[in-house]
């Protein structure tokens, strides 16, 4: 039995695979086991490693929060977050605590970040700039997190300007750069402090702020991975939800879930109620 353990391509690998030993005949099983931080493999509730990610971006930015009320002139801050084709790191950010130190400071209550750009929303400089504006009415230092596969209405990515051009083994662009094209855009249009952070890999691989709910589940569906394939099942992944479940493979391979349009708040720039319930 191989058990792959991945995103949306590895469940393509899995039908692939599957088919292969079907059509040759092998006593062979394949079994998929969900795991992507970008949470957007359809049929599960939710898929192991992406709490880990959204607890490591919600303390980090908090972190730079707190360290941009340190100064007194008005800042930007522009937090570029994994996420090709949707946002639901990116979004998650929006159940980030606010930070209650502030009151000690004299400051109001801010939630750490003010403002958030997904992939599944056009972007428009001029809206952001706008945004940006509104809110260093109240706010003197602003924190906008970004998709790093924010695109344009007529699908270009935000950052491709600053693109290597480069594909991956899947033929998918290696993305970067929205950040810095957008802290180039605020210097130019707004003229304040402005500085863009690209988490880049840390968002996936720091350990020492794992999520335990996240290691408890990924145990779990690894034995009940193994519970199927005992049952003499192949070609399907395990699905989490309130209990465990499996579905064809067929039915997450190179399919993406987006985040929802309905959690989506009106302006387009941070999520709703009803996303905070998921989150």
């Not at 899995?14 to 079994?31: A, H, M, R, S, T």
């Not at 969900?34 to 957007?40: A, G, H, L, S």
């Not at 991956?168 to 605020?186: C, M, N, P, Q, T």
């Amino acid at each position: 039995v191989l058990f792959y353990i991945g995103g949306n391509d590895s469940m393509d690998t899995v039908c692939k695979l599957d088919k292969y030993i079907n059509e040759k005949g092998l006593d062979f099983q394949v079994i998929g086991i969900p795991k992507t931080i970008d949470n957007d493999l359809p049929v599960t509730h939710h898929s192991p490693g992406f709490k880990s990610a959204a607890k490591y971006l919600a303390v980090t930015v908090n972190e730079i929060a707190r360290d941009s009320m340190v100064y007194n002139c008005e800042s930007v801050t522009v937090v570029e977050v994994m996420g090709r084709d949707t946002g639901w790191l990116a979004a998650s950010l929006g159940a980030a605590a606010p930070n209650d130190f502030f009151p000690v400071l004299g400051v109001p209550e801010s939630p750490p970040v003010h403002l958030i750009y997904l992939p599944e929303v056009p972007f428009s400089f001029e809206q952001f700039i706008s945004d940006i504006k509104q809110v260093q009415k109240q706010h003197k230092s602003v924190i906008a997190a970004v998709s790093e596969g924010i695109r344009f209405a007529d699908g270009r990515y935000v950052g491709s300007s600053a693109q290597s051009g480069q594909t991956d083994i899947f033929g998918h662009s290696y993305l970067s750069g929205a950040g810095k094209v957008l802290e180039r855009l605020i210097q130019r249009e707004i003229g304040c402090k402005v500085r863009s952070i690209e988490l880049n890999v840390m968002q996936r691989c720091s350990a020492h702020l794992q999520s335990v709910t996240d290691i408890v589940q990924s145990e779990a569906a690894g034995a009940y991975a193994v519970e199927c394939a005992l049952n003499g099942l192949s070609g399907i992944m395990v699905t989490l939800g309130r209990q465990f479940s499996y579905t064809d493979a067929a039915n997450a391979a190179n399919k993406i879930k987006y985040f929802p349009a309905e959690w989506i708040n009106s302006q387009g720039n941070g999520i709703t109620p009803e996303a905070l319930k998921y989150f």
